[in-house]
C-alpha cells in the first residue's frame, strides 16, 4: 500500500491573498468569506491519486482548522493534524495517537512553560499565546523574526524548536514533527511506500522520512534535502506540477489500489 502525506496551505490550497487563475474552487469558509482555494486542475489530479493511494493530509493546522477545509473528495480516511500530533480517521480523534503524542514530548515539558512564558512577556507579540492541547504553542508577532530569535537564545534547542512564518510564530517540542508522524503512521497502517509533498520548514522532517518527496524549489535553496526530495521549480503552480508528477510515477509504480480500510 502507497501512503500520500500532503501538506495543505502553499502545497494543495492556497489563500484567497495568493494568485492561481481563475479556474479555481473554494475549500474553505471562515466567517462567511471565502479563504482557502484550490485549482481545478489539482482538484482533478487529487481524485485520479486517491483512487490509488491512501491519501492522508498532513497539516500544522488544528483540528478546528482542519475541519474548514473540503477538497471536494469527502472526509479523507486518514489525516493528521496538529503538527502530526493529532490523528484523525474520519472525523474522529484517535485517543491513543494523542497519548502518545504527549508521552513522546514529555522531556520537553518545563521548556515548554519556559516558552509560554517568554512568549507572554515578548514586547512585539500583537495576538494571545495559544497553547495547542498541550502540544505546541502559536502567536502572531508585528516583529516575528525578533521574537523567533530571542525565543531561539533563550530555550534549550535540544527540547524545544522555535519557527516563524509570516507574523506567526511557534514554540514546538522535540520529538513533535511531521517527519515522526510520518515514521509512526507508517508502522500504524503497515504501509509499503511513502510520498510525501509540503512547501515550509514543518515539513522538512516529513519530506526526509519519505521514499519520495516534492519541495519548491525556494525551500530547497534553504535546505540541503537528501536525493530522494525532488525540487520543483516556481515557474507553475506548485500544486498542480506536484500532483502532475505523482500521477506520473503511481502509473509505474506497483502497488497502487487502496487496501487499508
Given at each position: 500500500?502507497i501512503?500520500?502525506?500532503?501538506?495543505?496551505?502553499n502545497?494543495l490550497?492556497y489563500s484567497?491573498?495568493h494568485?492561481?487563475g481563475?479556474?479555481?474552487?473554494n475549500?474553505?469558509?471562515?466567517?462567511?468569506r471565502?479563504?482557502s482555494?484550490?485549482?481545478e486542475?489539482?482538484?482533478?489530479?487529487?481524485?485520479?491519486?486517491?483512487e490509488r493511494v491512501?491519501?492522508?493530509?498532513?497539516?500544522t493546522?488544528?483540528e478546528?482548522?482542519?475541519?474548514?477545509?473540503?477538497l471536494?473528495?469527502?472526509?479523507?480516511d486518514y489525516?493528521?493534524?496538529?503538527?502530526?500530533?493529532?490523528?484523525?480517521?474520519?472525523?474522529?480523534e484517535?485517543?491513543?495517537?494523542?497519548?502518545?503524542s504527549?508521552g513522546?514530548?514529555?522531556?520537553?515539558r518545563?521548556?515548554f512553560?519556559?516558552a509560554?512564558r517568554?512568549?507572554?512577556e515578548?514586547?512585539f507579540?500583537?495576538?494571545?499565546?495559544?497553547?495547542i492541547?498541550?502540544?505546541?504553542?502559536?502567536?502572531?508577532?508585528?516583529?516575528?523574526a525578533?521574537?523567533?530569535e530571542?525565543?531561539?537564545?533563550?530555550?534549550?534547542?535540544?527540547f524545544?524548536?522555535v519557527?516563524?512564518?509570516g507574523n506567526?510564530?511557534?514554540?514546538?517540542p522535540?520529538g513533535?514533527?511531521?517527519g515522526h508522524?510520518?515514521?509512526?503512521?507508517?508502522?500504524?497502517?503497515?504501509?509499503?511506500?511513502?510520498?510525501?509533498?509540503?512547501?515550509?520548514?514543518?515539513?522538512?522532517?516529513?519530506?526526509?522520512?519519505?521514499?519520495?518527496?516534492?519541495?519548491?524549489?525556494?525551500?530547497?535553496?534553504?535546505?540541503?534535502f537528501s536525493?530522494?526530495v525532488?525540487?520543483?521549480?516556481?515557474?507553475r503552480?506548485f500544486?498542480?506540477?506536484?500532483?502532475e508528477?505523482?500521477?506520473?510515477?503511481?502509473s509505474v509504480?506497483?502497488?497502487?489500489?487502496?487496501s487499508?480500510?
Open positions: 500500500m501512503i500520500f502525506h500532503a501538506d495543505l496551505d502545497t490550497i484567497y491573498k494568485e492561481i481563475e479556474e479555481k474552487r475549500v474553505e469558509v471562515y466567517k462567511d471565502e479563504i482555494f484550490m485549482t486542475k489539482s482538484s482533478s489530479l487529487l481524485k485520479l491519486i486517491r491512501c491519501f492522508v493530509p498532513t497539516t493546522r488544528t478546528e482548522q482542519y475541519g474548514r477545509i473540503d471536494g473528495l469527502g472526509v479523507p489525516a493528521l493534524v496538529c503538527n502530526g500530533g493529532i490523528l484523525l480517521k474520519g472525523t474522529d484517535v485517543s491513543e495517537w494523542y497519548e502518545e504527549l513522546v514530548i514529555e522531556n520537553s518545563e521548556e512553560l519556559r509560554f517568554i512568549l507572554q515578548d514586547p507579540r500583537n495576538f494571545e499565546v495559544r497553547n492541547r498541550d502540544l505546541f504553542l502559536f502567536t502572531k508577532s508585528r516583529m516575528p525578533e521574537t523567533a530571542r525565543m531561539k537564545r533563550e530555550l534549550n534547542p535540544a524545544m524548536g519557527f516563524s512564518n506567526k510564530v511557534y514554540a514546538v522535540k513533535l514533527d511531521k508522524a510520518v515514521r509512526r503512521f507508517r508502522d500504524y497502517i503497515k504501509a509499503d511506500m511513502v510520498i510525501a509533498a509540503g512547501d515550509s520548514e514543518f515539513d522538512i522532517p516529513m519530506l526526509e522520512e519519505a521514499d519520495m518527496a516534492y519541495a519548491p524549489e525556494e525551500l530547497r535553496k534553504r535546505h540541503n536525493a530522494h525532488t525540487e520543483i521549480s516556481a515557474d503552480i500544486s498542480d506540477v506536484l500532483l508528477k505523482i500521477l506520473e510515477k503511481l509504480l506497483p502497488g497502487g489500489t487502496v487499508y480500510k
